[in-house]
């Protein structure tokens, strides 16, 4: 018998498909590894299995109205949305991802989904075609980029005679992905992070501005890595098309100077700050209030020199751990250790631009790390959410002060 599941809360959620009996299977193997199980079934759910099959299992009530009161001062939805770790819907159906997606909580299940901060696994099963659906596809990667765990679903000949993939996950594979989140290290507990992401804008004019193509993917990868692993997050960021990872505190901002104000107010308290952003060296001296009609044939611009923000972390600092990024075109881990030394920096992680999947307009990154002490680390071609949790790893090995405060 697995340990990991001892004592664990599980709230398993119950949709409306053929594979609700499957869940059956799931909460009697959960209970038997000494979890704790309570379930929520939606009303179609019970169209395809009687919630006393649940209750008997679980040993729990089965919850499925929003307004019973059994005999309760609290309200369901959230109180099972506190008591939950881990909150698995098993099987899930393109319906409760939709719902979950677009903010709509309508039913006991998709309001505890939207109350919880637990960790929220869903494995779809479904027909094929429904299942490929570009509308139901574009949902998952949405909640996937949110912090959503999924499980994929098998392939094989589905109960409606359809061959294709589809099929909920084995048994297994659920049991694993469950096990899996409460295995998975919380060693930044306790830890205050800041991360910066994305480009500044630098204003002309109102409807004109200078920026770059940073897309903010490895700074909300990074956010995303260190509320997983239990820290408290601070996202500040430029102007970006991602929604906010979950359980991170995120700010938005638009020039170098307004990152630079919303930094210095959250310094103080960080212990470690991943500054991510590729913030404007300039913006354009004058600013003009309406917008500059053309007139002659060139229009010449004045820049000035915008603070570096990632200097004045380091000449502020005390007991954090500053980790700059540097990305460069040439002569990479010379220009990286020179900033290193400018910017009384702890770490800096180095990528050159030109090397495929490095740099700020990929899914991957690729990069070497260097330490105070001139310790060279590569980082291996990574998608950015795994890249980010092994550069993680690297730091926090390195740094005795934040081990110690997680401990
Ligand atoms: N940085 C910052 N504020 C700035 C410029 C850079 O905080 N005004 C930070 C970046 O977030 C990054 C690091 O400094 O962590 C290095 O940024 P980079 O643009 O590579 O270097 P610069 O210092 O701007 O030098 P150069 O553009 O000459 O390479």
Redesign the pocket.
């Known amino acids: 018998m697995s340990r990991v599941l001892k004592d664990k809360k599980i709230v398993i959620g119950i949709t409306g498909g053929i594979a609700a009996y499957k869940a059956a299977e799931l909460v009697s193997s959960l209970v038997k590894q000494g979890a704790l199980v309570k379930t929520i079934m939606t009303k179609n759910a019970m169209e395809f299995i009687s919630p006393l099959t649940f209750e008997t299992l679980s040993g729990n009530p089965v919850y499925y109205d929003m307004f019973s009161r059994a005999g309760s001062w609290e309200i369901d939805h959230i109180s099972l949305a506190k008591w939950a770790d881990v909150l698995a819907v098993v099987p899930a159906t393109a319906n409760i991802i939709g719902k979950v997606c677009h903010g709509i909580a309508d039913d006991l299940l998709s309001t505890t989904i939207m109350a919880t901060q637990a960790q929220v696994i869903f494995a779809p099963a479904m027909n094929t075609n429904m299942y490929n659906n570009p509308i139901v596809q574009g949902n998952i990667e949405a909640l996937k980029k949110k912090g959503y765990f999924f499980i994929s679903p098998a392939e094989g000949r589905l109960a409606c005679g359809d061959v294709g993939e589809g099929k909920l996950a084995g048994l297994d594979d659920i049991l694993q992905a469950i096990s899996g989140y409460f295995s998975r290290k919380q060693d930044l507990k306790g830890i205050r992070v800041l991360v ?1 992401a994305g480009p500044t804008r630098e204003y002309l004019d109102p409807v004109r501005f200078i920026s770059n193509p940073s897309t903010g993917k490895m700074g909300f990868a990074i956010a995303a890595a260190c509320a997983g692993r239990g820290a408290d997050v601070d996202l500040v960021a430029g102007p970006v098309n991602l929604s906010p990872p979950i359980n991170v505190n995120m700010h938005s901002v638009e020039t ?1 100077r307004d ?2 104000d919303k ?1 210095m107010e959250l310094y103080p308290a960080c212990d470690i700050v991943f ?7 300039y913006r354009p001296e004058t600013y003009h209030d309406q917008k500059i009609k053309k007139g002659s044939s060139q229009l010449v611009l004045t820049l000035v ?9 380091g000449k502020r600092k005390k007991e954090q751990i500053l ?6 075109t040439q002569n990479v881990a010379e ?1 990286a250790r020179e ?1 290193m030394q ?2 009384n920096l702890d770490f ?1 992680l180095a990528n050159d631009i030109t090397e495929s999947g490095a740099g700020f307009m990929n899914d991957t990154n690729k990069g070497v790390l260097i330490t105070h002490e001139g310790e060279i680390v590569e980082i291996p071609l990574l998608d950015k959410n795994e890249f980010a949790h092994r550069m993680i790893d690297e730091v926090l090995k390195r740094s005795p002060r934040l081990a110690a405060k997680t401990n």
């Open positions: 910066t170098a990152m630079y930094v500054k991510t952003a590729a913030v404007g060296d020199k915008n603070p570096d923000i990632l200097q004045e972390l980790v700059g990024f540097a990305a460069e220009y900033k400018q910017k800096i």
